[in-house]
């Protein structure tokens, strides 16, 4: 059976759904994205994604066309139609479409909203067991990367280098530190048991995975730092592993084919994602 996706109001197959090529998105990655994940029908801490969604569009200027609880209703109603168990809701909003290409915002045109579902059983993924390897990238993104912007470039090139060299993630380093991973958040934990992560700032974007998983961490008295730290520190390090809506907590095993801790996922990183279900299934919507 077709999936159906969401375009500006309507509900279409998903073969049929599609924007103008005046759009800005198209034209100038003049829109904004979020991603949330579905676990047993349900929403993963939506809340956090629809505020950093209207922070993001807030920082572009762009206001949504859909207030955010409507938003949500169309996240849940698409989730029913399509009949998701596991997976995710993607959606993404732009400036719209113009009757050109000039770079100014257009007056009078009311921007874009798209949504659609993918399957992903990310409870059950076979990398959660195993782990992943990580490669190293120069980070080569511009100056506000808290906004969840549609220009992906940069990471589109550093997944595909991961790709080729059978990662599942690549680290991106600024001036020696890593900055988080194409896309996912990067924590390591060290020799004295602190787990470390990138502070937030415009190096890097607010993950919504990160924020839980740092807050579920200090309820339980782990000892969190958010700072930066660089890909030695990470290879000394007893544990790494990222956070994203599309993988919760994930081990990362080793950093450019060389072994993080004992090669396999830690036991720190397998309490985190336990930790990080049970809160996902707790509280979806
Ligand atoms: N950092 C980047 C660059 C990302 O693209 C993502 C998710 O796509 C994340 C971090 C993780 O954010 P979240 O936990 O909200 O999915």
């Excluded at 059976?1 to 800005?24: C, I, W």
């Amino acid at each position: 059976m077709e999936k159906t996706a969401y375009v500006n109001g309507s509900y279409v197959p998903l073969s049929e759904a599609k924007v103008s090529v005046l759009d800005r998105g198209f034209l100038f990655a003049d829109g904004i994205y979020e991603v949330a994940a579905v676990l047993d029908g349900k929403l993963v801490d939506n809340a956090s994604h629809l505020a950093r969604l209207e922070r993001s569009v807030g920082e572009i200027r762009l206001e949504l066309p859909e207030t955010t609880a409507r938003i949500e209703e169309i996240q849940k109603e698409l989730v029913a139609r399509n009949k998701l168990v596991n997976g995710m809701v993607y959606l993404e909003v732009t400036r719209g479409a113009d009757t050109g290409r000039d770079f100014a915002f257009p007056k009078g045109v009311k921007p874009t909203l798209v949504m659609f579902t993918a399957e992903k059983d990310i409870v059950g993924s076979p990398a959660a067991k195993t782990g992943i390897n990580v490669i190293t990238v120069p980070d080569i993104r511009w100056e506000r990367r808290d906004i969840k912007s549609v220009a992906l470039l940069a990471q589109v090139l550093a997944k595909q280098a991961a790709a080729e060299a059978g990662a599942g993630e690549a680290w991106m380093i600024q001036d020696g530190k890593v900055t988080e991973g194409g896309s996912s958040s990067a924590f390591i934990l060290t020799q004295d048991d602190v787990i470390v992560t990138r502070q937030n700032g415009s190096e890097i974007l607010p993950g919504c995975t990160r924020k839980a998983v740092v807050a579920l961490a200090e309820e339980r008295q782990l000892r969190v730092e958010e700072r930066a730290f660089s890909i030695e520190e990470a290879l000394a390090a007893k544990e790494a592993f990222i956070t994203s809506a599309t993988v919760f907590v994930q081990a990362v095993v080793s950093i450019d084919g060389k072994k993080v801790g004992s090669g396999k996922p830690g036991p720190l990183t397998d309490r985190l994602r336990e930790i990080y279900v049970e809160f996902a299934k707790a509280t979806a919507v």
